[in-house]
């Protein structure tokens, strides 16, 4: 059973950073595919950027050239690097193991204007 553990969510203002961190455990990790999903209040959960186990990267169209997804296979983790934060980047983020269809418990991002 695959485990997924964020962390690195926080409140900051509007043109600041932050790095949210997803550890796993349990799985074929490189190997797989792994995303981030964000949730907004009273919105459904969409996609924000995905990561192959050989890098390969997808963005959603709002975060491109502002978030960046990595992995590394050895500690199998993923980051999402943050940057520019706006306030409709507010919400939970979540990893996703896309073969596995887990997910983890989720991260608040709060961005103020």
């Known amino acids: 059973q695959v485990q997924l553990v964020e962390s690195g969510g926080g409140s900051v203002q509007a043109g600041e950073s932050l790095k949210l961190s997803c550890v796993t455990s349990?799985?074929?990790?490189?190997?797989?595919?792994l995303a981030w999903y964000r949730q907004k209040p009273g919105k459904e959960r969409e996609m924000v950027a995905t990561?192959?186990?050989?890098?390969?990267?997808t963005y959603a169209d709002s975060v491109k050239g502002r978030f960046t997804v990595t992995r590394d296979n050895v500690q199998n983790t993923i980051w999402l690097q943050m940057d520019d934060l706006k306030p409709d980047d507010s919400g939970v983020y979540y990893c996703?193991?896309?073969?596995?269809?887990?997910w983890g418990q989720g991260t608040q991002v709060t961005v103020s204007s």
């Open positions: 349990g799985g074929q990790f490189k190997i797989s595919t």
């Open positions: 990561i192959g186990g050989w890098g390969g990267t």
């Open positions: 996703y193991w896309t073969g596995r269809d887990a």
